[in-house]
């Protein structure tokens, strides 16, 4: 998986056509959320799992994230 200057993604499930990632801080390594394909939208979405505050430019390494597993 890419490297990001904050966050990382981390494969945890492989499913059948799909597949769930976790997304961590770098620094201390706790966990943000996951992505994983949310079937009523038909398409890869991001699930927070812990209250975070997001700057632009993590949204944006979670959108290009999304944007690169949607395309596999």
Do not use: H
Not at 37 to 44: A, E, G, I, T
Not at 49 to 60: H, N, Q
């Amino acid at each position: 998986m890419d490297k990001y200057k904050y966050i990382n993604f981390e494969l945890i499930e492989q499913k059948p056509k799909t597949g769930v990632c976790k997304c961590c801080n770098n620094k201390s390594n706790i966990e943000l959320g996951i992505i994983k394909w949310y079937s009523p939208w038909r398409q890869y979405c991001y699930f927070p799992t812990c209250p975070a505050i997001y700057s632009k430019g993590c949204l944006d390494d979670i959108n290009d994230f999304i944007n690169q597993i949607s395309k596999k």
